[in-house]
Nanobody
Framework: QLQLVESGGGLVQPGGSLRLSCAASGFTLDRYVIGWFRQAPGKEREGVSCISSSGGSTKYKDSVKGRFTISRDNAKNTVYLQMNSLKPEDTAVYYC????????????????????WGQGTQVTISS
């Protein structure tokens, strides 16, 4: 059974950091484009970042550029989202998602492009 499992969420103060992990079981991630999405209460799910299967290409939502970094370790079958300088508006449930193939990498910011989703991890930024 194909599964994605997110971890690393929690409660941190503004300006703090968290590293989210997205681990796969039942399949290997090395051929998959991986996206990170988030959904705050009362809001639609939005794309945060995505990374190509090789890791050579990445995309970020404008509001997280310079603060978030997506990376992958295919040997560990895991994708990471390093989040620094966190703000209260980053509070949301964060999800990772996987798809292969994705013929147009620019589509990686769209939730509809993905086939597999994790269950999400809560990130709360508050003092």
């Amino acid at each position: 059974q194909l599964q994605l499992v997110e971890s690393g969420g929690g409660l941190v103060q503004p300006g703090g950091s968290l590293r989210l992990s997205c681990a796969a079981s039942g399949f290997t991630l090395d051929r998959y484009v991986i996206g990170w999405f988030r959904q705050a209460p009362g809001k639609e799910r939005e794309g945060v970042s995505c990374i190509s299967s090789s890791g050579g290409s990445t995309k970020y939502k404008d509001s997280v550029k310079g603060r978030f970094t997506i990376s992958r370790d295919n040997a560990k079958n895991t994708v990471y989202l390093q989040m620094n300088s966190l703000k209260p508006e980053d509070t949301a449930v964060y999800y990772c998602a996987a798809v292969t193939p994705l013929r147009l990498f620019n589509l990686c910011v769209l939730s509809g492009a993905y086939d597999y989703w994790g269950q999400g991890t809560q990130v709360t930024i508050s003092s």
